[in-house]
């Protein structure tokens, strides 16, 4: 009879056996290392905010068809390592102690940096001798209406804005217009050719939790100068008829000196309710480089869903503008002023924009990107800590 410990024992030791050779018929990427430290003035002096996030995947190569999922994500580091609050430290008696509990527990489980499971794949590669797979997912999968599936599937150049995730949107963080996240299959094929592909999604949605299950499609067709994204979904027991979703991606470079990038969609519709623009999302950006200059015009609307949730955004328009000198693409230092305008169109308040300006220098050195910024808030004119904030952005990339 074996008892718990020697159980444990036997377990370690075949894990001793069999990890490194398991390890070593494994590719281990870290796809993605971010770290974003903001600084603002704040009674006589700075105060930092770090959020990390990463990603390592663990995959079988082409052969084995399957990939693990693992990261983490932390709204501030430099408080990873505080004890877990207690609840007798706030119970006073008063019917607000569970409440104040509750938030001091949420702060601390969105700063802590523990290695968790993000999702998982199995591909059955070329199904009946087809250009056609079949994948088994759980968890976190493909970002619909992002652009940045195209180098990964096409290995062209990137061609996603800039102006998207948490440098600039800390608390929505636009990025794509949805997200597939869930358990479920895909279905995809290339049709036979090295220029398109098309996929199937069915899956209960994470987002929405356990019982509702969603449905998606996707289109990519990649061109020399012109590159396409299509897709559409819908989600159900969902409303009284479902809900359903759509968007579209375009990018178009007719010549070296310029090229416009397009992201219009509607993230959440329930059919019957009354459609109006604060349902879309829209991003255009014409892009125009020269020899040591580029213009880059953004003009973005925020919906009012996005992934499920309420942004919170309903009614803001940014239109942001970059001037850069340099092309990371090209030289390992690049440069520039940003201005960003947001309109507020359905505020109730006074103040219904804001302007802020950003100089900013960019490096490339041994796989990192830097980003240094100051953001500085013109407008509403207000001596406070919102004012200036220093912003430090290092992305690792393999």
């Not at 103040?351 to 100089?359: A, G, N, R, S, Y």
Request: net charge negative; proline share 4%; with cysteine.
């Amino acid at each position: 009879m074996i008892n718990k410990r020697q159980y444990i024992g036997i377990c370690l030791l075949c894990a001793g056996i069999l990890l490194p050779g398991l390890l070593a018929a494994a590719d281990l990427t870290v796809s993605e290392l971010e770290l974003i430290t903001r600084g603002n003035w704040q009674e006589d002096t700075v105060m930092l905010n770090t959020r990390g996030r990463s990603e390592i995947k663990v995959s079988g190569g082409y052969k084995f068809g399957g990939s693990l999922l693992l990261g983490f994500e932390s709204a501030n580091l430099s408080n990873a390592d505080q004890d877990a609050p207690v609840y007798s430290d706030y119970d006073d008696g008063s019917p607000d102690s569970p409440e104040l509990f509750a938030d001091a527990l949420t702060r601390y489980l969105d700063t802590q940096t523990t290695l968790q499971f993000q999702g998982a794949r199995i591909t059955y590669r070329e199904l009946f001798n087809t250009p056609t797979d079949l994948t088994y997912f759980v968890g976190n999968n493909d970002r619909l209406g992002s652009a940045e599936v195209f180098p990964q599937q096409f290995g062209s150049l990137p061609i996603a804005t800039k102006y998207q995730g948490y440098l600039y949107f800390p608390t929505n963080e636009y990025r794509g217009i949805h997200r597939v996240k869930g358990t479920g299959i895909e279905v995809s094929s290339t049709f036979g050719n090295e220029w398109s592909k098309g996929s199937l999604y069915f899956y209960q949605d994470s987002y929405l939790g356990e019982g509702n299950y969603s449905a998606d499609a996707r289109y990519l067709a990649n061109f020399d100068k012109l590159k396409l994204e299509l897709f559409g979904g819908a989600s159900f027991p969902q409303k009284s008829y479902g809900l359903y979703r759509g968007g579209l991606l375009f990018y178009y470079r007719p010549a070296e000196r310029g090229e416009f990038f397009a992201q219009i969609g509607v993230p959440y519709y329930a059919p019957f309710d009354s459609i109006n623009i604060n349902d879309f999302f829209f991003l255009f950006e014409p892009r125009v480089h020269f020899e040591y200059v580029n213009v880059i015009l953004t003009l973005f609307w925020h919906p009012s869903m996005y992934l499920m949730e309420s942004t919170g955004d309903e009614g803001s328009a940014d239109i942001h503008f970059n001037l850069m000198f340099g092309d990371t693409r090209k030289n390992p230092v690049s440069g520039g002023l940003e201005t960003n305008f947001t309109l507020v169109t359905e505020s109730s308040s006074s103040q219904d924009f804001e302007l802020k300006v950003t100089p900013y220098l960019n490096a490339i050195t041994s796989g990192v990107m830097w980003n240094f910024m100051i953001n500085v808030k013109l407008l509403p004119y207000s001596i406070d800590e919102e004012m200036v904030e220093g912003v430090i952005g290092v992305k690792a990339e393999f």
